[in-house]
């Protein structure tokens, strides 16, 4: 019999349920006894420890006497039932909670665009961002003060220090806070917008792994997207040979049976699956495995002819020159169709080279054809750089990664323009206490990272862009206000164009008053003496 209570520190403990096993009928049952008894180690042989039969999982269901045949809930246990003599041999099996986790999550704020502006006047923001992981102190980054059309930019990293253990705090409620605001110098600042991000999936998979976790992870390029499987791959084979729980069967035979479902439909679909081709319809696995195995056996029955002497050795050797390779078990035969060559379009170049050069206005630019084609490269204007083949795919990783070279330098040396590695874009809303309609306000460039603290001591950053500014290096933010002792230039860096511009032409027009009024005795002097 089980029992189970909600305890309560004033008062008696009130009963939830109880579920009775008949433990005598389980065990004069031949197939209760028999249940996972394959599994039994009793010879422990090198890293494998003593293990008693592996019995299956259960959810019982609780009853009250009040209750009658109404389940009141559901417990998972399991029953394993041995004699005095083997209950020292075989120890119980260790479901004891696993350790804390001490963790580090690094959010980095890179960039905003879209925002609402909240002082209209300037049509500007002093943007700043205020962010917590639940049971974290929140904390700010620096303000982008007089930020233009809707744009900020920050790089500004931040760190939270977690620990991950069974049902915790920041497991229970895993979300991440993120808000916008507008620092006013006079009164209170203003809300721009606000997002939360729910967590859980990533610190749940470093709990369980124990391994840094890029939550915004770029899709990897296709020559690292192998590599990325076979890690994978062996990585689920540790994590099956190094967990107790599945070893022992702890984990449930349904989800065993699920993912062994899931595997089997996915082998059936690659297996069933047709591959459509405008030239030739493709065969399947199944088929082509076939007349594999077809083959095979027309080459034994010819090898034993030739060795009883019944067939030429020579003969059929032609015919077989002309049948295609026999492919590997599982390869579809599926005829490649060769995409069609674009044609490039024209540079800039070669436009000014085909009105300036006859032979190029007359014959390639006409016919695309010129004979004297081989010398146009000796004219820097004729070149371009712009032309890449197609067809040449180590051309184009080259050219993938001189522009990923081109980017890092443009980060690095605050330029900006393109999004950084392993980020996303948040969309970002505020609530219209009004009409009760939440509003999008602008869009968040942010990344995440979520290391365990052995991992992060090894990888050091600093706060912000402090030193160690590293894993990954953050560059200085880009549109901030810049001191010139030009006062147009600082009218605009404080006040934003539109407003620079009309006080501009407010001070012209002043001027010009003021010069109307002064010089009036001058220029009537001059009217007497000409028009006099």
């Given at each position: 019999r089980s029992?189970?209570y909600?305890?309560?520190?004033f008062?008696?403990d009130d009963?939830?349920?109880?579920?009775v096993?008949d433990?005598?009928?389980?065990w004069?049952?031949?197939?209760w006894t028999?249940?996972?008894?394959?599994h039994?180690?009793e010879d422990?042989?090198l890293?494998k420890?003593?293990?008693?039969?592996?019995?299956?999982?259960?959810?019982?269901c609780?009853y009250?006497p009040s209750?009658?045949?109404?389940?009141?809930?559901t417990?998972e246990?399991w029953?394993?039932l041995c004699?005095?003599s083997e209950?020292g041999?075989?120890?119980?099996a260790?479901?004891s909670?696993?350790?804390?986790v001490p963790?580090e999550a690094?959010l980095?704020?890179?960039?905003?665009?879209?925002c609402v502006?909240?002082?209209t006047l300037?049509?500007?923001?002093?943007?700043y961002c205020?962010?917590w992981?639940?049971g974290t102190e929140?904390q700010?980054?620096?303000t982008?003060?007089r930020?233009?059309?809707?744009?900020a930019?920050?790089n500004?990293?931040?760190k939270?220090?977690?620990?991950l253990?069974?049902n915790?705090?920041v497991?229970?409620?895993?979300y991440l806070?993120?808000?916008a605001?507008?620092a006013?110098?006079?009164g209170?600042?203003?809300?721009?917008?606000?997002?939360?991000l729910?967590i859980k999936g990533?610190?749940?998979?470093?709990l369980?792994k124990q391994?840094?976790v890029?939550?915004?992870e770029?899709?990897?390029k296709?020559?690292?997207e192998d590599?990325?499987?076979?890690?994978?791959?062996?990585?689920?084979?540790?994590?099956?040979?190094?967990?107790p729980?599945?070893?022992?069967?702890?984990?449930g035979?349904?989800m065993r049976?699920?993912?062994h479902?899931?595997?089997e439909?996915e082998g059936?679909?690659?297996e069933?699956g047709e591959?459509k081709?405008?030239?030739?319809p493709a065969?399947?696995?199944?088929?082509?495995a076939k007349?594999?195995?077809?083959?095979q056996?027309e080459?034994?029955?010819?090898?034993k002819a030739?060795?009883a002497?019944?067939?030429d050795?020579d003969?059929?050797?032609e015919?077989?020159?002309d049948?295609?390779?026999?492919?590997?078990?599982?390869q579809?035969?599926?005829?490649?169709?060769?995409k069609?060559k674009k044609k490039r379009?024209?540079?800039c170049?070669?436009?000014?080279c085909?009105?300036?050069?006859?032979?190029c206005?007359?014959?390639?630019?006409?016919?695309g054809?010129?004979?004297?084609?081989g010398?146009?490269q000796?004219?820097?204007?004729?070149w371009d750089?712009?032309?890449?083949?197609?067809?040449?795919?180590a051309g184009?990783e080259?050219?993938?990664?001189?522009?990923e070279?081109?980017n890092l330098v443009?980060?690095?040396?605050?330029?900006?323009?393109?999004?950084?590695k392993?980020?996303t874009?948040?969309?970002?809303d505020?609530l219209?206490?009004?009409?009760g309609v939440?509003n999008?306000m602008?869009k968040?460039?942010i990344?995440?990272?979520?290391?365990p603290k052995?991992?992060?001591?090894?990888e050091?950053?600093?706060?912000g862009?402090?030193?160690?500014?590293?894993?990954p290096?953050l560059?200085?933010?880009v549109?901030?206000m810049?001191?010139?002792?030009?006062?147009?230039v600082?009218g605009?860096?404080?006040?934003?164009p539109?407003?620079c511009?009309?006080?501009?032409?407010c001070?012209?027009c002043?001027g010009v008053m003021?010069?109307?009024i002064?010089c009036q005795p001058v220029?009537n002097?001059?009217i007497?003496i000409?028009?006099?």
């Amino acid at each position: 019999r089980s029992i189970v209570y909600d305890y309560d520190d004033f008062g008696g403990d009130d009963l939830i349920g109880t579920t009775v096993i008949d433990l005598e009928d389980r065990w004069f049952d031949k197939r209760w006894t028999a249940l996972g008894r394959e599994h039994r180690v009793e010879d422990p042989e090198l890293g494998k420890l003593p293990r008693w039969d592996v019995k299956p999982i259960e959810n019982r269901c609780l009853y009250t006497p009040s209750g009658g045949t109404i389940s009141q809930g559901t417990i998972e246990m399991w029953v394993e039932l041995c004699r005095p003599s083997e209950d020292g041999s075989f120890p119980a099996a260790d479901i004891s909670l696993p350790p804390a986790v001490p963790c580090e999550a690094r959010l980095i704020m890179f960039k905003a665009k879209e925002c609402v502006a909240m002082d209209t006047l300037e049509n500007m923001n002093d943007m700043y961002c205020t962010c917590w992981i639940e049971g974290t102190e929140k904390q700010n980054t620096d303000t982008h003060w007089r930020a233009k059309k809707g744009k900020a930019s920050w790089n500004y990293r931040m760190k939270f220090d977690l620990n991950l253990v069974h049902n915790c705090t920041v497991l229970k409620f895993p979300y991440l806070h993120i808000q916008a605001w507008d620092a006013d110098i006079i009164g209170s600042n203003d809300i721009l917008a606000e997002t939360v991000l729910d967590i859980k999936g990533p610190l749940t998979k470093v709990l369980k792994k124990q391994k840094a976790v890029e939550v915004f992870e770029d899709p990897p390029k296709p020559a690292e997207e192998d590599e990325i499987e076979s890690d994978s791959e062996s990585e689920e084979e540790e994590e099956d040979q190094g967990n107790p729980l599945l070893g022992r069967g702890l984990l449930g035979s349904s989800m065993r049976k699920k993912k062994h479902d899931e595997d089997e439909e996915e082998g059936s679909d690659e297996e069933g699956g047709e591959t459509k081709n405008d030239d030739e319809p493709a065969v399947s696995a199944t088929e082509a495995a076939k007349e594999i195995v077809k083959k095979q056996q027309e080459e034994k029955e010819r090898q034993k002819a030739i060795e009883a002497g019944e067939l030429d050795p020579d003969e059929g050797e032609e015919t077989k020159k002309d049948q295609p390779v026999a492919l590997e078990e599982g390869q579809a035969l599926v005829k490649k169709k060769k995409k069609p060559k674009k044609k490039r379009p024209l540079s800039c170049g070669e436009r000014m080279c085909h009105w300036f050069c006859c032979c190029c206005y007359w014959m390639k630019g006409c016919c695309g054809f010129c004979p004297i084609s081989g010398f146009c490269q000796c004219c820097p204007i004729c070149w371009d750089v712009h032309a890449v083949d197609e067809d040449d795919e180590a051309g184009a990783e080259a050219d993938a990664d001189a522009m990923e070279m081109v980017n890092l330098v443009k980060e690095n040396m605050g330029v900006g323009g393109t999004d950084p590695k392993n980020c996303t874009w948040l969309t970002m809303d505020k609530l219209d206490h009004e009409s009760g309609v939440r509003n999008q306000m602008g869009k968040m460039c942010i990344g995440l990272k979520l290391l365990p603290k052995s991992i992060a001591d090894k990888e050091p950053a600093g706060f912000g862009r402090n030193d160690p500014n590293s894993n990954p290096t953050l560059p200085p933010p880009v549109g901030r206000m810049k001191f010139s002792l030009n006062p147009f230039v600082m009218g605009a860096e404080l006040c934003g164009p539109k407003l620079c511009a009309q006080l501009t032409c407010c001070l012209v027009c002043l001027g010009v008053m003021a010069l109307l009024i002064f010089c009036q005795p001058v220029l009537n002097l001059f009217i007497a003496i000409f028009l006099g």
